[in-house]
């Protein structure tokens, strides 16, 4: 099976719709594979990602040329986000290889239209102190009552290490909603963590993203999107912990 046939069996588990553009745009299918493929270590395959993208919206009959156009710019917006985001399982090399390839398989007149300033801002302290209470309540929302502990662990681990989950991975890079919502980020991370055969934090983020809105069949949608990229690339296949299984 070849990628392209890989990536279409991918689209046909999330129903993608392209009579659509808005309904397009939310559905997670793109930010999943794409942050899989990188953390994955395939980053060069991203391209392919966004040549399907390419198709799809030219298929949409529904769409203006113009408004096709808009719909890619922010296709590729949310993409660069959710691989951004994709650094906290995935490790940040991995991250900024997949941001590069995506960067080279961005048209020029996209390019043109994307955001050149961060959208993570920290020019003054009011700003720091609004993103680590962001991230706080993420988390929060995401441990739901075993946050206490989960810090804690942390905490007694390495004073370090509480702090820059806080303060950097949750409050400045994942709490950041904008572009990629609360529930797909919780979505992303699941798919690092499951293609990276890490069952502990596979199940924390998995109850996570329930948490965050995500639904029994959005956590199927992910797992079975890991396990094709696994097949494809040859890559062993993770199981998924005791507990997750038994419920889906």
């Not at 392919?48 to 529904?62: A, H, S």
């Not at 399982?89 to 961005?106: D, E, M, R, W």
């Not at 502990?149 to 994942?174: C, E, F, K, W």
């Not at 983020?205 to 999107?225: K, P, R």
Request: a neutral charge; hydrophobic letters at 40%; proline letters at 4%.
């Amino acid at each position: 099976m070849s990628l392209i046939d890989t990536l279409t069996r991918i689209r046909s588990i999330y129903s993608v719709n392209i009579d659509s553009g808005d309904e397009y745009l939310a559905n997670s299918w793109y930010i999943i594979t794409a942050v899989t493929i990188s953390t994955l270590n395939h980053p060069e395959d991203i391209q392919q990602v966004v040549t399907l993208i390419d198709q799809d919206v030219e298929d949409m009959r529904c769409l203006t040329t113009d408004e096709k156009l808009a719909l890619k710019v922010k296709v590729v917006a949310k993409l660069r986000d959710a691989i951004l985001k994709g650094f906290i399982a995935g490790g940040f090399p991995k991250t900024i290889n997949g941001l590069q390839q995506l960067y080279n398989a961005t048209p020029d007149m996209i390019r043109q239209r994307l955001a050149n300033q961060p959208i993570r801002k920290e020019d003054t302290w009011e700003r720091v102190m609004e993103q680590r209470e962001r991230g706080q309540a993420l988390f929060d929302t995401i441990y739901d009552k075993h946050t206490a502990r989960v810090m804690n662990t942390m905490a007694t681990i390495y004073p370090d290490l509480a702090q820059t989950a806080h303060y950097h991975l949750y409050g400045s890079a994942l709490s950041e909603t904008t572009i990629v919502s609360a529930k797909e980020t919780s979505l992303l991370v699941v798919a690092g963590c499951f293609a990276q055969h890490l069952p502990s934090q596979l199940r924390g983020h998995s109850y996570g993203a329930l948490h965050n809105g995500a639904s029994q069949s959005d956590l199927q949608h992910v797992y079975e999107t890991v396990v094709a990229l696994c097949q494809y690339y040859g890559t062993p296949i993770p199981s998924l912990p005791k507990a997750i299984k038994s419920k889906l």
